[in-house]
């Protein structure tokens, strides 16, 4: 059971946004950096998104992130046929002493 | 190029041991922090363990309950993970991660930021 809490699926069509929630509380993402991961199927894990909202190179600007208190929210637009994976979430919990994934939300392009 | 190979992954009886090793290569391997992470089949990514760079600081997950030890050879380019008293609940793909982390303005920073393609660790009687 994760500290975080996201949504376990989001859909929409081609072309459409989605957004990804990821809920914690004070001693976590209110309290410190959140990152995303996108998880495509048989392959390694890759950051999207890091220190809440700074695309790393090479992460194209259809994936955005943003951060408010205790909640932190992904979103992909321009959704494409190829975005469909499973993110996460992820932020070190300060009373845990140790990092903290959300148990993921799987998107799907309907 | 820049890659992270890990190893060492294979079945194990219930209570066995094993040792994951995880090479680096095309960065500076011994001022980055480290940290492996499992994906049980089925479900999603679990945080197992973290090194700061030059191995001062340690951090694991609580569920861990002091089973597994995390250390780096900076001479070697190479992390690894000791687990012991292996469980069914321990299979998993184990990948190992570089991490940018900083501590800034009170809040901590992890970003892990290239990842291997994992090894595989089978607990099975």
């Known amino acids: 059971q994760s500290v975080l809490t996201q949504p376990p699926s989001v859909s929409a069509a081609p072309g459409q946004k989605v957004t990804i929630s990821c809920s914690g509380s004070t001693s976590n993402i209110g309290k410190n950096y959140v990152s995303w991961y996108q998880l495509l199927p048989g392959t390694a894990p890759k950051l999207l998104i890091s220190d809440n909202d700074k695309r790393p190179s090479g992460i194209p600007d259809r994936f955005s992130a943003s951060k408010s208190g205790t909640s932190a929210a992904l979103g992909i637009t321009g959704l494409q046929t190829g975005d469909e994976a499973d993110y996460y979430c992820g932020t070190w919990d300060t009373s845990l002493n140790g990092f903290v994934f959300g148990p993921g939300t799987t998107v799907t392009v309907l | 190029e820049v890659q992270l190979l890990e190893s060492g992954g294979a079945l194990v009886q219930p209570g066995g041991s094993l040792r994951l090793s995880c090479t680096a290569s095309g960065f500076t391997f011994n001022i980055y922090a480290m940290a492996w992470v499992r994906q049980a089949p089925g479900k999603g990514l679990e945080w197992v363990s973290s090194?700061?760079?030059?191995?001062?600081?340690?951090f694991y997950a609580d569920s861990l309950k002091g089973r597994f030890t995390i250390s780096r050879d900076d001479s070697q380019s190479t992390l690894y993970l000791q687990m012991r008293s292996l469980g069914v609940e321990d299979t998993a793909l184990y990948y190992c991660a570089k991490a940018t982390a900083y501590y800034y303005d009170n809040s901590w920073a992890w970003n892990f930021d290239l990842w291997g393609r994992g090894t595989l660790v089978t607990v099975s009687s």
């Open positions: 090194i700061s760079g030059g191995g001062f600081n340690t």
